[in-house]
């Protein structure tokens, strides 16, 4: 049975940071491409990152250079750092793979 459980998400001021963390289990995360998605209220869920197999990222463009999506093979689980948040970055961010989401985490960044 595979679970992504995403945790790090809270209330941070504009121009903070957070450290999303996704904890795999049923699946080993170097063997897929993971990504990280958001959905922010009345919006559809939007690409944020991904890490391949490889360990290449790429990122959507309004957040790159500011997140940074990494994995610790050893945890099994995959993170996505935050930095230099702004408003427009709130909403529930999402790890996923293949088939399988996890539950969300919220991210709300004050103005």
């Known amino acids: 049975q595979v679970q992504l459980v995403e945790s790090g998400g809270g209330l941070v001021q504009a121009g903070g940071s957070l450290r999303l963390a996704c904890a795999a289990s049923?699946?080993?995360?170097?063997?897929?491409?993971m990504y990280w998605y958001r959905q922010a209220p009345g919006k559809r869920r939007e690409f944020v990152a991904i890490?391949?197999?490889?360990?290449?990222?790429d990122y959507r463009d309004s957040v790159k250079g500011r997140f940074t999506i990494s994995r610790d093979n050893a945890k099994n689980t995959v993170y996505l750092e935050m930095n230099s948040l702004k408003p427009e970055d709130t909403a529930v961010y999402y790890c996923?793979?293949?088939?399988?989401w996890g539950q969300g985490t919220q991210v709300t960044v004050s103005s």
């Open positions: 049923g699946i080993i995360v170097s063997s897929f491409a």
């Open positions: 996923h793979t293949e088939s399988f």
């Open positions: 890490i391949s197999r490889a360990g290449s990222t």
